[in-house]
């Protein structure tokens, strides 16, 4: 836990009060740490949310223009791929490359192919780094002062996360990052070694994530391009803006808006405010309160009710022998929980 409590840059404003609570910062605040830590020109250890953010604004264009020709244009049809693919496809695809592969393990890939190509089945906005060190933090902090998408200290707080509270500390020893290393060994990013750790403050090497973003971009535009021209890849490219501001609300959501919104008989694990939802679980295959349950399993999905794309996804790559092994947790839920709750409703 030492290393979990230490492994991410805290904001000036700190995680608790002097009580030991968690401390809730004023709107003003965020803000402000927000433009502080994408300042470059100040420190280039700043480099990796400034870069983060800058790729989203090179998204907004597209959206405008989308929003713009579907105004003079209305075209019902390419609304339907924008939709398909910014809330079916790119959220199915975070849950199953972010989400259950680099931070949990959750299967294995046969070869490194497949996994490239699992890795950038969609266009690509959020670094790996950002995502998976803070997303064990979550993990093990869940709801407590420390967690970087806190719910509790409200919207604003975790729609910044990436910036303000994800990014990993600049002060660890060489041990420490080297756990960070272990972190992130599997999923293929690019590692700087500790000394280019201390110059730039990220475990990802700056060169090649943005290369690697930049030819992802490239090679979408041009299958969408192909598929439909401009106006359909531009189409494409503005769902892609949604969808990262969308995902950036998740937490918040998925965490009841800091209340305690769980629910007898769909909501299992009670250690922390974590909540099953109908709209992410459908289109993204995210049953939040089934991952915090067993984070580990690559299907979250675990009643008959909840689809889970992003586990048909998983599986079909197994039976196709491009996913080696996996993690299904659905009969030690049924065992453990539905069951024990079901013969207890029956004995009321």
């Known amino acids: 836990m030492s290393f979990i409590k230490k492994v991410l840059d805290p904001p000036s404003y700190g995680w608790t009060d002097n009580y030991g609570n968690l401390y809730k910062p004023s709107n003003k605040q965020i803000i402000q740490e927000f433009f502080k830590r994408t300042n470059v020109f100040k420190s280039r250890k700043n480099w990796l949310p400034f870069f983060s953010w800058i790729s989203l604004l090179c998204f907004f264009p597209f959206f405008i223009f989308f929003i713009i020709h579907q105004s003079l244009h209305f075209n019902a049809w390419q609304l339907v791929f924008?939709?398909?693919?910014?809330?079916?496809?790119?959220?199915?695809?975070?849950?199953?490359?972010?989400?259950?592969?680099?931070?949990?393990?959750?299967?294995?890939?046969?070869?490194?192919?497949?996994?490239?190509?699992?890795?950038?089945?969609?266009?690509?906005?959020?670094p790996e780094e950002i995502y998976v060190i803070s997303h064990h933090v979550h993990h093990a902090v869940s709801d407590m002062p420390g967690d970087p998408y806190n719910a509790s200290g409200g919207f604003l707080y975790c729609f910044l996360a990436d910036t303000n509270h994800q990014p990993i500390a600049k002060n660890l020893t060489e041990d420490e990052f080297h756990n960070v290393q272990k972190l992130m060994r599997h999923t293929g990013v690019k590692s700087n070694s500790y000394k280019a750790y201390l110059k730039w403050g990220s475990f990802a090497k700056p060169f090649y994530t943005i290369l690697f973003t930049c030819l992802n971009w490239v090679f979408w535009y041009g299958v969408f391009y192909l598929i439909g021209g401009h106006h359909f890849a531009i189409a494409i490219f503005a769902g892609a803006f949604l969808w990262a501001l969308g995902v950036r609300t998740f937490n918040y959501e998925g965490h009841g808006k800091g209340k305690d919104k769980r629910r007898e008989g769909v909501d299992y694990n009670t250690?922390?405010?974590?909540?099953?939802?109908i709209w992410p679980g459908f289109v993204a295959g995210e049953w939040h309160n089934n991952h915090h349950l067993y984070p580990g399993s690559a299907r979250s999905g675990f009643l008959k009710y909840q689809i889970d794309f992003a586990w048909c996804y998983i599986k079909m790559m197994n039976v196709f022998g491009a996913v080696s092994s996996y993690h299904d947790s659905k009969k030690q839920f049924i065992e453990n929980y539905r069951k024990p709750y079901l013969n207890n409703k029956e004995s009321e």
């Open 82 to 126: 924008v939709f398909l693919y910014s809330m079916v496809l790119m959220g199915t695809h975070g849950t199953i490359w972010y989400h259950r592969y680099c931070t949990h393990g959750a299967y294995t890939f046969r070869n490194k192919f497949w996994k490239v190509v699992t890795q950038n089945l969609v266009i690509k906005i959020i």
């Open 271 to 277: 250690e922390d405010m974590s909540i099953n939802q």
